[in-house]
């Protein structure tokens, strides 16, 4: 089991950056794949980014490739999102999520340990 805390969101401007951060607890994050997800309010959680174990794998929602980079540093046991050229449609609480099995899933059923969230909210 792993204990996940995110933070950096807020409230950005249209066009603007956030950089979320995710820290875990325990000695194995290193053998976690991680992701990032998000859920707008009215909406289902939906896959961002993620991340395998050693960082090799990467993968991005269309709605986000080229604005969104997701990376780890493993000696920190944390992951992050830095986010670009942010659109309103992006605001929603963004989740990070674990998974030992590394099966990196765009599917957020597939993951049994998340974060609290943080909210990211981007103003027109």
């Known amino acids: 089991q792993v204990q996940l805390v995110e933070s950096g969101g807020g409230l950005v401007q249209a066009g603007g950056s956030l950089r979320l951060s995710c820290t875990a607890s325990g000695r194995t994050f290193s053998s976690y794949a991680m992701g990032w997800f998000r859920q707008a309010p009215g909406k289902e959680r939906e896959f961002v980014s993620i991340?395998?174990?050693?960082?090799?794998?990467?993968y991005y929602a269309d709605s986000v490739k080229g604005r969104f980079t997701i990376s780890r540093d493993n000696a920190k046991n944390a992951v992050y999102l830095q986010m670009s050229s942010l659109k309103p449609e992006d605001t929603a609480v963004y989740y990070c999520?674990?998974?030992?099995?590394?099966?990196?899933?765009?599917?957020?059923?597939?993951?049994?340990?998340w974060g609290r969230g943080t909210q990211v909210t981007v103003s027109s």
């Open positions: 999520a674990a998974d030992y099995q590394n099966h990196l899933s765009p599917t957020p059923q597939q993951w049994p340990n």
């Open positions: 991340i395998n174990s050693r960082g090799s794998r990467i």
